[in-house]
């Protein structure tokens, strides 16, 4: 499996960025997703996640209210919106795929996660 994440850029504080991760492979929709931030000199720290079928959601609660995670199957695609951002939403955003337990819950901890993409830049000015 392979993830290309997508959709970082440069935004001002109460801005709004859209992220993509596209996905190969044809079992995506088994999968759970998860969305993951590192800041400079930071751990990488949780952001989201997404049950296979999308019918399940988990936030972080410095983001709660401000991202939503979706994910469409049929482009095997996942998204975050990101809305009210804030500069310390500055980050480089990663997004991961769980596949050994299937995809009926969600996962917190980078270590649940078996497929990681390259990372995407979001810079939020203020």
């Known amino acids: 499996v392979q993830l290309q994440a997508s959709g970082g850029g440069l935004v001002q504080a109460g801005g709004s960025l859209r992220l993509s991760c596209a996905a190969s492979?044809?079992?995506?929709?088994?999968?759970?997703m998860g969305w993951f931030r590192q800041a400079p000199g930071k751990e990488r720290e949780f952001v989201a996640a997404?049950?296979?079928?999308?019918?399940?959601?988990y936030y972080a609660d410095s983001v709660k209210g401000r991202f939503t995670i979706s994910k469409n199957n049929a482009k095997t695609t996942v998204y975050l919106q990101m809305g009210s951002l804030k500069p310390e939403d500055t980050a480089v955003y990663f997004c991961?795929?769980?596949?050994?337990?299937?995809?009926?819950?969600?996962?917190?901890?980078?270590?649940?996660?078996?497929?990681w993409g390259q990372g995407t830049q979001v810079t939020v000015s203020s």
């Open positions: 991961a795929a769980h596949k050994r337990f299937g995809g009926s819950h969600v996962y917190t901890s980078m270590s649940s996660y078996d497929y």
């Open positions: 492979g044809r079992t995506f929709s088994s999968y759970t």
């Open positions: 997404i049950t296979s079928s999308g019918g399940g959601t």
